[in-house]
């Protein structure tokens, strides 16, 4: 085995696993006559730039394009075809494998790689639990089997719709059902296809600038790797699914980008309950239960943070009184009613998880209602209740501690951001919100109380609906449309409803929102009527959803 530091200058010396792999090329009998193989003897010449204008070497790039020609004649490619060198490249690849000059990693040479794009389409699956690690450098077949193996069959019930523009356009028939049967169609069909902006290969290839043909460069060290790989990205991708679900309210940006900073910097701090970090974010009051998503965090170790999972211990609802104290808005428009009738109720433990168990069944009379309205064709006024326009801004907070096991920050600054990612972040938000109320009561039958199925308040909102919508039936069929489009198609569909629907006032929506508002505080003052109820306060099993 050579040296590793005979290659590679300026003390980056080539990964020695690539070495390796570089004298395993060249003495491989497909590769032989390749002209200018090496330097001198024991020193390959791998890289074979085309601009070099003089010395010994200046006409290896253009002899070793022929010896590419003379190659695709020999297993029948023509070099009038499109790409005809990197096809060569890849048929003549002894292994398909290659390491990367920089760290060594092994990577496949095939589009066995996921993008953002796919990542986050899987990401957004019902059922992928939110802290699912994904791993871009994860080969696209192992992931969809460890998505199925942890998730069970709710992700491969929805792989139709993942990859539906593959299927598609591969005219594949019949669809894939079981999972043997989608680990086949991934290898056999949908890999071989290299689809672009889907999928990549662990290397580009260039032939003839390098002896095998392909980048040296693998796809984990690429230097202008997919913008969507980037590291801001990656962090800020954080959003939790659920804010979306459940139309949470609050400066949804600026959570997210606290829960990322505590996942970072705020990790080795103490658990509220006295325990060791690492830490995560909790929100004192549960998204789940109709609380803001808000900048505000408590510090909870994992063991602590599943145990506390989707309702409130009576700490939780003294800290969301002492901060309403201070002026914060803790609750979201729809939870405001059950909430502010019951929390003064709430003197122990048990009564929290009274509470908790109401405010779940807001959230269901919440969904309930706002399904009416969406099969009102009411979609618009929906996009208008998201927020979406905090994703203009960045945030950041300065002098950022944890006090007292709460996240606590000097202030926090918003700047304006990158337009392409924020629509990103807008359409993220619309697809999931819409899919999830499509969704919402196919999934959850069994245990959803709808406290005011009707009510002459809900009935007002959806006639206010039919007459407001004359003065933007545009922008409500923009919107019906993407949203009615299949999973691939969605993404540019919304992109292009955004504008218009930004277009449409809030005071088109006035009569409207105040009608489901009023419908929302009778649907609280309902559910609060109840608090002795057997519902609420036996022991029951714990629905966690
Ligand atoms: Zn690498
Ligand atoms: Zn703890």
Redesign the pocket.
């Known amino acids: 085995m050579a040296e590793s530091s005979a290659y590679g200058g300026r003390g980056r010396p080539w990964h020695p696993e690539f070495v390796e792999y570089m004298e395993f090329i060249v003495q491989h009998p497909v590769y032989s006559g390749m002209p200018d193989a090496y330097y001198e003897p024991g020193r390959i010449q791998w890289e074979a730039p085309s601009n070099r204008s003089s010395g010994q070497f200046k006409d290896t790039h253009g002899r070793r394009a022929k010896w590419w020609a003379a190659k695709a004649a020999e297993i029948g490619v023509s070099t009038a075809s499109d790409q005809w060198i990197s096809r060569v490249a890849k048929t003549i690849h002894p292994t398909k494998l290659k390491p990367c000059k920089i760290c060594g990693r092994q990577l496949q040479l095939r589009y066995a790689y996921p993008q953002e794009r796919l990542l986050q389409r899987l990401r957004d699956l019902r059922g992928v639990p939110t802290d699912f690690q994904f791993d871009p450098l994860e080969p696209i077949s192992d992931l969809v089997l460890r998505l199925d193996r942890h998730c069970g069959s709710t992700v491969i019930s929805q792989l139709p719709s993942v990859f539906s523009s593959g299927l598609k356009a591969l005219n594949t028939k019949p669809i894939p059902r079981s999972m043997p049967e989608w680990i086949d169609w991934l290898e056999k069909h949908y890999i071989p296809s290299e689809p672009r902006g889907v999928l990549s290969p662990g290397a580009m290839s260039n032939a003839p600038d390098r002896f095998d043909g392909f980048h040296c460069d693998n796809l984990c060290c690429r230097k202008h790797a997919d913008k969507g790989r980037s590291k801001e990205n990656l962090q800020t991708y954080v959003t939790d699914r659920r804010v979306f679900e459940y139309w949470s309210a609050g400066d949804w940006v600026a959570a997210d980008r606290l829960m990322g900073l505590v996942r970072t910097t705020l990790s080795s701090a103490t ?5 060791q970090g690492p830490c995560a974010a909790d929100h004192i009051g549960p998204i789940s239960l109709g609380f803001c998503h808000r900048p505000r965090f408590q510090l ?2 994992t ?2 943070n599943s145990a506390k999972s989707n309702r409130m211990y009576l700490s939780d609802v003294l800290l969301l009184k002492q901060h309403e104290a201070t002026g914060e808005t803790v609750v979201s428009w729809h939870s405001r009613a059950v909430w502010d009738l019951c929390k003064d109720r709430v003197g122990t433990d048990e009564h929290a998880r009274r509470l908790s168990k109401l405010m779940r069944d807001n959230r269901h009379s919440l969904m309930a209602a706002l399904k009416e309205v969406y099969d009102a064709n009411g979609l618009t006024y929906l996009a208008s209740l998201l927020e979406l326009d905090r994703a203009n801004f960045d945030v950041t907070f300065t002098e950022l501690k944890a006090t007292d096991h709460l996240t606590a920050y000097a202030k926090l600054v918003h700047s304006a951001r990158d337009t392409k990612y924020a629509v990103e972040q807008k359409v993220r938000r619309l697809r999931i919100a819409f899919d999830e109320l499509s969704a919402y009561f196919e999934k959850r039958n069994r245990n959803a109380f709808v406290a005011c199925p009707t009510t002459t308040h809900l009935k007002r909102a959806v006639d206010s609906l039919s007459k407001a919508r004359s003065g933007f039936s545009m922008q409500e069929a923009l919107l019906a449309k993407a949203n009615a489009a299949a999973k691939d198609a969605q993404g540019s569909l919304f992109r292009a409803s955004l504008d218009s629907t930004r277009a449409v006032p809030a005071s088109a929506f006035a009569a409207t929102h105040a009608a489901l508002e009023a419908h929302m505080n009778q649907t609280g003052r309902t559910l609060a009527e109840l608090w002795e109820s057997d519902r609420y306060c036996r022991e029951i099993a714990e629905d966690v959803d």
């Open positions: 658990c509220r309950n006295g325990h909870l170790c063991p602590c």
